[in-house]
């Protein structure tokens, strides 16, 4: 069984930052990626960021040039740094790990959500 955790949301002012972070945990052979992910306004995950085994990184559009996200291997974790946030940044953001497992069995494992509220 693989845990994933994630922690560090809060209430924050427009124009502020936050780091979330996400940590993985048990029976974990690979790390293939982790991502972050969001339902903006009652849609379906979003892409906010995601980061390879490689260390390449894929952005949500709306997100570019203002989050930057980034691992430590050694913790099996990965943050988010979010910054110039907005109030349509709003939304509870979900940590994906696609894991392969010791005895070869592969899937994507999500956690909770930590709740980001952005003020005007």
């Known amino acids: 069984q693989v845990q994933v955790v994630e922690s560090g949301g809060g209430l924050v002012q427009s124009g502020g930052s936050l780091r979330l972070s996400c940590a993985a945990s048990?029976?974990?052979?690979?790390?293939?990626?982790m991502g972050w992910y969001r339902r903006a306004r009652g849609k379906d995950h979003d892409l906010v960021a995601r980061?390879?085994?490689?260390?390449?990184?894929n952005y949500g559009d709306s997100v570019q040039g203002r989050f930057i996200i980034s691992r430590d291997n050694a913790k099996n974790t990965v943050y988010l740094q979010m910054n110039s946030l907005k109030p349509e940044d709003t939304d509870a953001y979900f940590c994906?790990?696609?894991?392969?497992?010791?005895?070869?069995?592969?899937?994507?494992?999500w956690g909770q959500g930590t709740q980001v509220t952005v003020s005007s």
């Open positions: 980061i390879s085994s490689d260390g390449s990184t």
């Open positions: 994906n790990a696609d894991i392969t497992e010791n005895g070869n069995w592969r899937g994507n494992y």
């Open positions: 048990g029976n974990i052979f690979k790390i293939n990626a």
